[in-house]
């Protein structure tokens, strides 16, 4: 047997192109109203379903990025740090108090909440205005 006389058990039939005039008369085959008798007309794909549920993003770049920035309070401060040690995000880390996220070290904010007796070195952090006059109020620096 040769590839020329290998043969289909089930012949190919053309597929019936409606709507195009010639013998199939007035509807053409699609019978009267309706979606399907309109030219040009298809249903709804599935994917854009899928496609719809999703939030509009507007804006160039724009999304809630999470800035890594941890709080800490001076009360907190006050019971993990010695008199005249260096608080800064680094120190902490090592401590446990804070973690890195995803492999860096965060931004730390420290707040006013609690008391402070100790003098401490603060490095490498934002402070509110309340925590800073409580820090040097007790004799700590803010470097």
């Known amino acids: 047997m040769q590839l020329h006389q290998i043969q289909t058990k089930n012949s190919r039939k053309a597929k019936k192109r409606i709507g195009r005039g010639g013998k199939r008369g007035t509807y053409s085959g699609r019978g009267m109203k309706g979606q399907k008798s309109r030219a040009g007309s298809s249903k709804e794909p599935i994917i854009r379903s899928v496609i719809k549920r999703y939030p509009k993003l507007r804006g160039y770049r724009l999304g809630d990025k999470k800035s890594f ?28 108090i804070i973690r ?15 008391n402070l007796s100790k003098k401490l070195l603060v490095k490498n952090c934002k402070i509110s205005e309340q925590a800073k006059k409580n820090i040097e109020k007790v004799g700590g620096k803010i470097l």
Request: hydrophobic fraction near 45%.
């Open 100 to 114: 890195k996220i995803k492999g860096r070290t965060p931004k730390v904010k420290i707040l006013a909440k609690g």
């Open 69 to 96: 920035l941890e709080m800490i309070n001076l009360a907190i401060l006050q019971e993990k740090f010695q008199e005249n040690e260096v608080v800064s995000p680094a120190t902490l880390v090592a401590k446990n």
